[in-house]
């Protein structure tokens, strides 16, 4: 079992960039594949990125590809999301997740455990 709390959230403008973290407490961060979701007001929760437990493999949602970057450090047991270029349309509250089984996927009831959430708001 893994317990996540995500942080680094906040309000910018159109353009700016924003890393999000997410500590993982337990000693098997290491084993999971993590992602990072996000969900805006009235809207499904979607896939933003993933990774594998070793950090070789990332899988990103096109809306976000060429803009935000997964990483992971599993010495720190603490994921990141590094977002540049936000556009307004990138508001949300922003969840990371963790997979036990399975490679990277894309569908939130795949991921096994969640963290509470952090705000990102992005102004034009």
């Known amino acids: 079992q893994v317990q996540l709390v995500e942080s680094g959230g906040g309000l910018l403008q159109a353009g700016g960039s924003l890393r999000l973290s997410c500590a993982a407490s337990g000693r098997t961060f290491s084993s999971y594949t993590m992602g990072w979701f996000r969900q805006a007001p009235g809207k499904e929760r979607e896939f933003v990125a993933a990774i594998s437990w070793s950090g070789g493999r990332t899988y990103y949602a096109d809306s976000v590809k060429g803009r935000f970057t997964i990483s992971r450090d599993n010495a720190k047991n603490t994921l990141y999301l590094q977002m540049n270029s936000l556009k307004p349309e990138d508001t949300a509250v922003y969840y990371c997740?963790?997979?036990?089984?399975?490679?990277?996927?894309?569908?939130?009831?795949?991921?096994?455990?969640w963290g509470p959430g952090t705000q990102v708001t992005v102004s034009s």
């Open positions: 997740a963790a997979k036990g089984v399975g490679g990277l996927g894309n569908e939130p009831n795949k991921y096994n455990y």
